[in-house]
């Protein structure tokens, strides 16, 4: 019995891929056989995914729409960046209060100033 592992494909692939099956350039089976793509669904829930549409041969999907799809991508990226980035000031938040809290633990046990005195030459 052979192992079948999944892909993960990026998402500029993707966009590719939706654009070039959305602009009839390929069918949904000639882009899977010309990219290799081994699932038989991927192409048209990445279809759907982007555009938003669950039938995409109805009224065909305009280069505005694909804009449109680029720009939810870009904004979803946004919005996980700046989440990211709010974790990461969270956790460096912590530990500056934590430095914080061990220089006062330390000046208070030790009995001496850690603290640079600020105008001292």
Do not use: P
């Not at 979803?76 to 500056?96: P, Q, V």
Request: charged share 40%; glycine share 4%; with cysteine.
């Amino acid at each position: 019995m052979k192992k079948i592992t999944s892909s993960h494909y990026s998402e500029d692939f993707k966009l590719r891929v939706v654009h070039e099956v959305l602009q009839g350039k390929y069918s949904k089976e000639e882009a899977r056989r010309i990219y290799g793509i081994r699932s038989n669904c991927a192409i048209l829930y990445w279809i759907r995914q982007f555009s938003g549409q669950s039938n995409y041969r109805k009224g065909g999907i305009s280069m505005a729409n694909i804009e449109e799809m680029k720009v939810k991508k870009d904004s979803i990226d946004k919005d996980k960046k700046i989440k990211e980035l709010e974790e990461r000031l969270r956790r460096e938040s912590l530990r500056a209060d934590l430095w914080q809290k061990m220089v006062d633990v330390a000046e208070e046990q030790l009995k001496v100033d850690i603290r640079k005195k600020y105008g001292a030459k």
